[in-house]
């Protein structure tokens, strides 16, 4: 495709920015069909104008950003208006109405930037099927639900610079988001490589020692006696028993499994006995044994556990994706979730939980640490190249947050580990933006990890 432009001449440079995922994910995932996630960029003056974020109206050669050749190239006519003039209606527009702050993924985006400016220079608006885009997407049912999300997101394509520079020579710096200048890059990439990221699923252990009165006291026993029977009352104490035995020679069976499935499915039931009984099966689910009774169950009481996860309250939530760890620190348990023959109900309950609560601007560290945990094992799996986008999407948001440590490394890990493997995810987390400043104040391992991921995006 031809990208020469005169002068004069002004054209649309149009980008699918889902590289054909839209195309072939919005009929099942929104109800209709759509073409493509299209990013827009005015190209005049041979100079390609477009609107982010992150730095606001920039600039850079015709086909200068990560994004690379356009989709499509729309000839908007001619301008008579000269490039000084030009210039000047840009810088006030970066002053007002298309400053950084003023981006709204949905309602004040790229596009809208590209037809304000095509209408200044030649009287024409661009096509209605790029800016009624975002209506379409939020008129969906899926859309609606996404867009406290999504409103949180920015699109700046890597590679352009401020167009307002004084001098020559200023407008020639690089690019406020990318990694060190290039005499750099040979210690950058020696560093990238010796980047340590754990290979050792995180698995969480409860000491149930510490709990044992409680757990042999009345009120417990008496509580699970009627939410069960006398024998499930008998089966869970088996189980409390079998924890307790360093070599049990004795196994767990499906009947355990499912006194325990049958407590964690009953939402009224007491906070005590209910937090008891998901430590329990957390603990189990870190021997192999176990993980192959959940594996050979035809219940699939996993799933109904994973069913109710939606109703239950946060303290819960934490307890449940600790489950989920802790069956990812295994062989057997990846192989369930994420193996050639997985158990794809339970995979998408899986992805699921974790995205939403990476998602959920008010999830505490409580819950926001497993969840970063649950990704960081996710990661270690061989995963679909669709889940790693979407784990990698939630990711790169929650980073825009203030996190712990412990979250940080987890999900910075995570991220760097699909990076290596997934092309895709680099161009998706170079166009979202891997500026996280919030980091800056954590540990040396935190930055040495951010450093790169950016190393990654500007390559």
Not at 51 to 66: A, H, L, S
Not at 321 to 344: E, H, I, Q, Y
Request: charged share 15%.
């Amino acid at each position: 495709m031809a990208t020469n432009v005169c002068s004069n001449a002004v054209k649309l440079f149009v980008y699918d920015i889902s590289k054909g995922l839209a195309r072939s994910m919005s009929m099942p995932l929104l109800g209709k069909q759509i073409d493509g996630v299209w990013h827009t960029g005015i190209v005049v003056y041979g100079e390609e104008y477009y609107f982010g974020g992150t730095g606001g109206i920039e600039c850079c050669p015709p086909c200068g950003t990560i994004l690379g050749q356009p989709d499509n190239v729309i000839d908007l006519g001619e301008t008579q208006i000269p490039k000084d003039m030009f210039l000047d209606y840009l810088n006030e527009l970066s002053n007002s109405a298309f400053s950084a702050n003023k981006y709204n993924l949905f309602e004040h985006n790229c596009n809208n930037f590209s037809d304000e400016v095509a209408e200044f220079l030649t009287g024409k608006k661009i096509p209605s099927y790029i800016t009624s885009l975002p209506a379409e997407v939020l008129n969906s049912p899926l859309g609606a639900m996404m867009k406290p999300m999504l409103d949180t997101m920015n699109v700046q394509p890597t590679g352009g610079h401020t167009p307002f520079s004084s001098t020559q020579a200023s407008y020639q710096q690089p690019p406020s988001n990318t990694v060190p200048p290039k005499t750099n890059t040979t210690q950058s990439s020696s560093s990238n490589k010796q980047v340590d990221i754990s290979q050792i699923p995180v698995s969480f252990h409860v000491n149930l020692e510490e709990h044992i009165n409680t757990l042999k006291g009345e009120e417990v026993q008496g509580t699970i006696k009627s939410a069960t029977s006398d024998v499930g009352l008998n089966l869970w104490n088996e189980i409390l028993e079998y924890l307790k035995i360093k070599n049990p020679t004795w196994s767990l069976s499906k009947d355990h499994l499912h006194v325990l499935g049958q407590i964690l499915c009953d939402q009224s039931i007491k906070t005590i006995v209910w937090q008891s009984t998901c430590y329990m099966l957390q603990n189990l689910l870190l021997l192999e044994d176990f993980i192959q009774v959940v594996v050979n169950s035809s219940e699939n009481t996993l799933g109904q556990i994973l069913g109710t996860y939606t109703k239950l309250t946060p303290e819960r939530k934490s307890c449940i994706t600790k489950v989920l760890c802790n069956v990812l620190t295994s062989r057997g348990g990846r192989n369930m979730l994420f193996g050639p023959s997985k158990d794809v109900i339970l995979s998408k309950h899986c992805v699921s939980i974790c995205c939403d609560i990476l998602l959920d601007a008010s999830a505490g560290v409580d819950l926001l640490q497993p969840s970063a945990a649950l990704a960081f094992n996710i990661s270690l799996a061989e995963i679909d190249g669709e889940v790693e986008i979407e784990m990698c999407s939630a990711i790169t948001t929650t980073l825009q947050q203030n996190v712990d440590e412990n979250t940080a490394v987890y999900l910075l890990s995570c991220l760097l580990r699909i990076m290596r493997r997934n092309n895709e995810v680099i161009s998706l987390v170079a166009l979202l933006g891997c500026q996280w400043p919030n980091l800056n104040n954590l540990s040396e391992k935190v930055k040495s990890l951010h450093s790169s991921v950016e190393f990654f995006c500007a390559g």
